[in-house]
Structures are given as structure tokens and as C-alpha cells.
T-cell receptor, first 114, second 117 residues
């Protein structure tokens, strides 16, 4: 499809396990963002990529969280030693330019840590 | 610190009527941007409208308009002629000031809008 694609749409895991969430942005979009949305809240910024590099990772909650975008397109958010508090919807967004007003979001990956 | 406040957890409106969703913000920056997004049950965030702090005119996009009152630090969303498909969560957001001018957004807690036939 032409939109931002995120997989898996749902992931249930056990506490302490490792999880990877994938984002396939709109073709040609150089800016890519990860946001996290907890139940009943608005999204919270995690990390921003411009091309292959993470230009701002100040929103990552701790060193268990890591994200990569090796070829400047697909991005993977990696969570080590998952905790129950990591349960949330992880949203990916992309845009053609860094400073454009419009972000195109995917439908998110819902992570549940038991 | 920058903050977005949406005081209405839920709103309902009759189909074809207009509705206003409230948003107030707090920032010490002189230059900032304000956004409204719609989140239907599918989960994706859909961009609706943008207002820059230096824009003299209120932003409009089709049935959406932004009532920007800078002195009051409010950026309310007005939806005219509501449709059943407008039922969703609505989020107000502000762009946090960054050196690169990218969309590091701070979101409010959202307002759930229900449109009744």
C-alpha cells in the first residue's frame, strides 16, 4: 500500500522477552518518527530519524529501547527485557521533509507484556 | 515546559451541527506550531489542520477550522456540519522547539467525539 505500514499489528509477549517492531514508511520519505501511546493518553515522542541517523533519541525511556534505520527506509524499534509498563501502542510516522506540518502515521503496533 | 491541555474527555454532537473541541497550550517560545489530529478506531493518526504562531489568519481546511487566540493560548478546533464519520478521538499537539525544526510533537490527552444521527 501507499501508507505507512507497521508490523506486527499486535504482539503479546512475556515479561523479560525481546521484541522487535517494524515500520515501513512511505516511499521517499526521509523523516521517520516513533511515538508511544499508552492507554487513555496522547502519543509521546520516542525518536526521530533523518535518513539513516537518529537525529533525536531523547524520548527513549531507557537503554532497553533502541531503534535503527540502516538503509534510510525501514526502521525497527527494539525493546530488550520487556516490562509490563512497556505495554502500549507504538506508532510510526513519516514525512517527506523534517519540518513539514503533516506527519503520516501508521496504524501502530499494540504491544502487551504479560 | 511545554504543555497541551484538553479539558473535554468526551463530547457529543448531533449530525449536521457544529462542535468545538477545546485546546489550551503553555509555552515560553515565541515561534511554535499547533496541530490537530484525528484518531479513528483503526488507530492511525490523521492530520487535520496546522496553525503557526505567526499566522495572522485562522487556519481552515474544509469543514475544519482552528480558532486561534494567541493571548489566551488557546487553539480550539471547530468542526462544522458534523458527519457520523467524524466520531473519533481528537488530539491537539504542539511542535516542541528543536534546532532542526522537525516534528517533535507534544500531544494532549485527547477528546472523544461522538456524532449522533
Amino acid at each position: 500500500g501507499a501508507g505507512v505500514s507497521q508490523t506486527p499489528s499486535n504482539k503479546v509477549t512475556e515479561k523479560g522477552k525481546y521484541v522487535e517492531l517494524r515500520c515501513d514508511p512511505i516511499s521517499g520519505h526521509t523523516a521517520l518518527y516513533w511515538y508511544r501511546q499508552s492507554l487513555g493518553q496522547g502519543p509521546e515522542f520516542l525518536i526521530y530519524f533523518q535518513g539513516t541517523g537518529a537525529a533525536d533519541d531523547s524520548g527513549l525511556p531507557n537503554d532497553r529501547f533502541f531503534a535503527v534505520r540502516p538503509e534510510g527506509s525501514v526502521s525497527t524499534l527494539k525493546i530488550q527485557r520487556t516490562e509490563r509498563g512497556d505495554s502500549a501502542v507504538y506508532l510510526c510516522a513519516s514525512s517527506s521533509q523534517a519540518n513539514t506540518g503533516e506527519l503520516f502515521f501508521g496504524e501502530g503496533s499494540r504491544l502487551t507484556v504479560l | 515546559a511545554q504543555k497541551i491541555t484538553q479539558t473535554q474527555p468526551g463530547m457529543f454532537v448531533q449530525e449536521k451541527e457544529a462542535v468545538t473541541l477545546d485546546c489550551t497550550y503553555d509555552t515560553s517560545d515565541q515561534s511554535y506550531g499547533l496541530f490537530w489530529y484525528k484518531q479513528p478506531s483503526s488507530g492511525e493518526m490523521i492530520f487535520l489542520i496546522y496553525q503557526g504562531s505567526y499566522d495572522e489568519q485562522n487556519a481552515t481546511e474544509g469543514r475544519y477550522s482552528l480558532n486561534f487566540q494567541k493571548a489566551r493560548k488557546s487553539a480550539n478546533l471547530v468542526i462544522s456540519a458534523s458527519q457520523l464519520g467524524d466520531s473519533a478521538m481528537y488530539f491537539c499537539a504542539m511542535r516542541e522547539l528543536t534546532s532542526g525544526g522537525y516534528n517533535k510533537l507534544i500531544f494532549g490527552a485527547g477528546t472523544r467525539l461522538a456524532v449522533h444521527p
